[in-house]
């Protein structure tokens, strides 16, 4: 699952316990030495839902479908090879303009504003007791409507229960803002907005508590920025792009990088390279032209710095400069000595994969994610490029592209696919949580068995019903669970195994690698399930775990649970997040341990960690997985592969 940990909307305790889961042209140019194209698709969309009772026993689907299924405008086309940096097996896009997903964690309405300062979001370490030691807050804050060309001054006071002087830091600074230190224990963020920031943005302090300098509270202030009174005493502000990062990335390889004209004054600047390398080219994306797509395949290690001027609009003499820094390593630089992990477990009836970003070929370093995902791993999950927001953002409206390309990417590799996630109660495009409950179980049927007529001879393991327990007690009260309870569980698996009858089908679940509540409450379901005869094949472990992880007794023993029961057991979402000041060798133990405990028990047959650099991973701020955010290993690596091969 690739999610925030928090919402701004509830006070969140973080706690060792908590895990969080589980996001060219219009020609069809020939490239030479790519396999596959969207011709070779096995499982073409289906044209309507045929009726009839099915084979196991569920009612007919409507027909005509309560939506309109897949069309021929729904089909990818070729992605041309100088936007991405794919380069030995098909790249596909989908067609027309880009379609809004569903809404941005970041993304507020006046309802949110309105409803007040967001609660405080509180980090407790497993050493704090919070009823003898207060979180620090902030006193006197409100959300703040202010017009653009007006000037806020908003002032940041941290209080800490117990008298003492609180840390205090702000996160990501608004366009053209300040967060300035007042030397008294407070800041000021300052800020003049302009006509482009009107909307509604955050803005974020973290209060640290003295004692402890994990422990603390992260406050959102919702900022409303209205259209401007007065246009007249506004300035023009020289444009620029979003911010690239630096990256890493090997010679020889394709660098892509979009750039994204930004005019803090509502306008489209344009882009231009100044004195860029040879070869470099800059083609506008087939869907949205404003953006420009950079490709430039370095050719010689060392540090390499292009200039983007960009060009206002209104003001042709106005214009902005940025760089973008790629620091270019030597393929040497990349390179592992002994066994690929996907080796590693040879002999061993564990078959051992990663969850792959989605369109990883669209970053700058695609090309050393590529070569590190393709040599090591025999199993893939999409992240994200298989949730129902991404592949039906609108009712009749389908982009295949991504998971496409995925699928391309993973038989060119010769590894086996997993479907994540076909029901979950999150990632759902809004039309999808605005239905009415009464129509639900067909929508999600319907979506079921589009998305698995297209993939089923393409994917062998099926995520089918992602986090069905609640945090609290019993089953999550999901959009699913309300109009169905809990037989929408029952209906997704039947729908499923009606269409990939020799599939592995699996239900998944996050904090059930120890013993507790939430434990007992997934047993208590898989009973009803299996006596029920819901065709559920497999139970996926998330394992988000803490480099303090230590129960491996209780991981064993909820697996001999499980197998007891007669059902496979899929390690999904493995990742070590660090905490405190432990050490990546710590780290390392974890999942050398955590794999010697799967290989250990008979019925566990997948392992497959939730990414594997720290660059791209959702809990990247915690450093979980075993490269680095510059593709070089870490002792965790090692810890894997000597647990994958018992050694």
Not at 2 to 11: C, D, H, I, Q, V
Not at 133 to 146: C, M
Not at 246 to 259: A, E, H, K, N, Q
Not at 580 to 600: H, I, S
Request: with cysteine; proline share 8%.
């Amino acid at each position: 699952m690739n999610s925030k940990w928090t919402t701004p909307s509830a006070l969140l305790l973080i706690t060792l316990g908590l895990s969080a889961c589980g996001g060219g042209s219009d020609n069809n140019d020939d490239q030479t030495g790519v396999v596959g194209s969207e011709s070779e698709t096995p499982n073409p969309p289906i044209d309507e839902i045929p009726s009839g009772e099915t084979e196991v026993g569920l009612a007919a689907l409507p027909n005509p479908p309560l939506t309109e299924g897949p069309s021929a405008d729904d089909e990818p086309v070729a992605f041309d090879s100088e936007l991405h940096t794919i380069t030995q097996f098909q790249a596909l896009r989908d067609t027309g303009p880009r379609i809004s997903k569903a809404k941005d964690a970041d993304e507020f309405t006046e309802e949110d504003f309105d409803a007040g300062l967001p609660e405080a979001i509180i980090t407790v370490p497993s050493d704090v007791d919070p009823e003898t030691n207060a979180p620090p807050f902030f006193e006197g804050l409100a959300n703040v409507r202010i017009e653009a060309g007006q000037t806020l001054q908003l002032l940041f006071d941290p209080v800490d229960p117990e008298g003492d002087l609180p840390g205090m830091f702000g996160q990501e600074l608004p366009p053209g803002a300040s967060f300035d230190d007042n030397r008294d224990g407070t800041r000021t963020l300052e800020w003049t907005p302009l006509q482009g920031d009107v909307g509604i943005t955050e803005f974020t302090a973290v209060a640290i508590d003295p004692d402890n300098s994990n422990y603390r509270s992260s406050q959102m202030v919702l900022i409303a920025v209205d259209e401007p009174s007065n246009l007249a005493g506004i300035p023009n502000v020289p444009p620029g792009i979003q911010p690239v990062t630096d990256y890493t990335v090997r010679v020889g390889d394709p660098v892509s990088i979009f750039l994204i004209g930004t005019d803090r004054n509502g306008t489209v600047p344009t882009i231009e390279l100044q004195n860029p390398p040879l070869g470099t080219i800059l083609t506008p994306d087939p869907r949205t032209p404003e953006i420009q797509i950079l490709q430039v395949v370095p050719d010689s290690a060392g540090t390499l710095v292009i200039d983007v001027l960009t060009r206002d609009a209104d003001d042709p003499s106005l214009t902005g400069l940025d760089q973008i820094t790629l620091e270019v390593l030597d393929a040497e630089a990349f390179e592992r000595d002994g066994e690929r992990l996907r080796n590693a477990v040879a002999g061993s009836g564990v078959a051992f994969g990663s969850a792959v970003s989605p369109v990883f070929y669209l970053q700058a370093d695609g090309g050393v994610y590529e070569a590190f995902a393709g040599n090591e791993f025999g199993v893939m999950s999409p992240e994200s490029s298989m949730k129902w927001d991404a592949i039906n953002p609108l009712p009749g409206r389908f982009e295949w592209a991504d998971m496409d390309t995925l699928l391309n990417f993973a038989e060119f590799y010769d590894m086996q696919v997993r479907g994540h996630t076909l029901i979950w109660y999150t990632s759902l495009p809004s039309w999808v949580e605005e239905t009415a409950p009464e129509d639900r179980e067909v929508h999600m049927r319907e979506y079921i068995t589009r998305v698995m007529t297209r993939y089923a001879d393409r994917v062998d393991y099926w995520d089918v019903v992602n986090e069905p327990i609640s945090e609290e007690d019993g089953l999550r009260d999901s959009i699913w669970f309300e109009a169905m309870g809990e037989s929408y569980i029952d209906t997704a698996f039947l729908q499923a195994r009606e269409l990939a009858p020799n599939a592995t089908l699996v239900l998944n679940e996050f904090d059930i690698g120890f013993a507790g509540r939430k434990f007992d409450d997934f047993l208590s379901l898989i009973d009803r399930l299996l006596e029920r005869e819901v065709p559920v094949d497999a139970i996926g472990f998330q394992m988000h775990v803490f480099s303090s992880y230590d129960q491996y007794d209780e991981f064993a023993a909820n697996m001999a649970e499980i197998a007891a029961r007669g059902l496979d057991i899929h390690v999904t979402e493995l990742d070590v997040a660090l905490v405190g000041d432990d050490t990546e060798e710590l780290q390392a133990e974890v999942y050398e341990r955590v794999a010697e405990t799967c290989l250990a028990q008979p019925r566990c047959t997948v392992l497959q960690t939730w990414g594997f650099t720290d660059r791209y991973s959702f809990r990247s701020f915690t450093s979980p997985l075993y490269l680095d955010e510059n593709h070089q290993v870490k002792p965790g690596y090692e810890g894997l592969r000597s647990g994958l091969s018992g050694q």
